[in-house]
């Protein structure tokens, strides 16, 4: 009955790892060899487990990456233009806590996105808050906040998201309001939060690509001078992991 009585009360107070846990350590015939303080210690280290786990779906949840990438699945065998060296450090997390960016370069089917996704996975399980947006999609959704008045608070969660990952950049020519759109949010990140992109264009063409001289150099001189540059090369990795012949 006490037992009972403790269960509910764990549950009541949202302890639903250290409730499990209790539940478990009920039902197991050789928990007693255990003094109170290894049990306690178990019960506590679920309850952290299931926090931890928790957030992390959150944070996966609320990032929208267009792929379920994970570093442990990056494949440096095949010969596209990857220094695990790189890789590694870049898995350390600390281009985030030192505001740095990530531009990774290369042709279509090359695995610029699942590179990119596998690292904001990687940002995510370790605590930072990410999203993911294609360019085209940026830029149409803040014209859209701008008609319906809710610009300013577009700009201001883009600046808060500590990774913000643009895919696509350079598909189409840039109107005057897109590149005046993404010289905003780059401004409004510079040095607070980190910016991971992803383009089939080589950096050298990102000033003819955007367009207006003095706006090009402002988005870029906030971009690349801190930025990880990651040139993809070879062919297809969706061809080649393609079940058709």
Same mark, same amino acid.
């Given at each position: 009955m006490l037992n009972q009585q403790t269960i509910e009360k764990l549950f009541a107070l949202k302890l639903i790892g250290m409730t499990e846990a209790f539940k478990d350590q009920m039902i197991q015939p050789d928990i007693n060899r255990l003094s109170f303080e290894?049990?306690?210690g178990l019960i506590v280290d679920r309850q952290w487990t299931w926090k931890e786990d928790r957030r992390l779906q959150r944070y996966l949840k609320a990032a929208k990456l267009k792929l379920n990438a994970c570093v442990e699945d990056i494949d440096y065998r095949t010969p596209r233009g990857i220094d695990q060296?790189?890789?590694?450090? *870049?898995i350390s997390c600390d281009w985030i806590r030192h505001h740095q960016n990530i531009i990774i370069t290369g042709p279509t089917g090359a695995g610029k996105t699942f590179l990119a996704c596998a690292l904001a996975n990687k940002a995510c399980r370790e605590g930072?808050?990410?999203?993911?947006?294609?360019?085209p999609k940026l830029y149409y959704e803040l014209a859209v906040s701008?008609?319906?008045g809710s610009y300013g608070k577009m700009i201001n969660k883009l600046a808060k998201t500590q990774i913000l990952l643009l895919d696509d950049l350079g598909l189409a020519p840039m109107t005057d309001s897109e590149r005046r759109d993404l010289l905003e949010v780059i401004e409004d990140r510079h040095g607070s939060g980190s910016t991971i992109i992803t383009s089939? *264009?080589?950096i050298?063409?990102?000033h003819e690509h955007i367009g207006d001289p003095t706006i090009a150099d402002a988005i870029l001189d906030r971009l690349i001078h801190s930025a990880?540059?990651?040139?993809l090369k070879g062919g297809s990795m969706r061809k080649k992991h393609s079940s058709l012949t």
């Open positions: 290894e049990r306690f060296s790189v890789i590694m450090r *870049l930072y808050r990410t999203l993911y947006i294609r360019s701008r008609g319906d089939q *264009l080589p050298e063409n990102w990880h540059k990651i040139n």
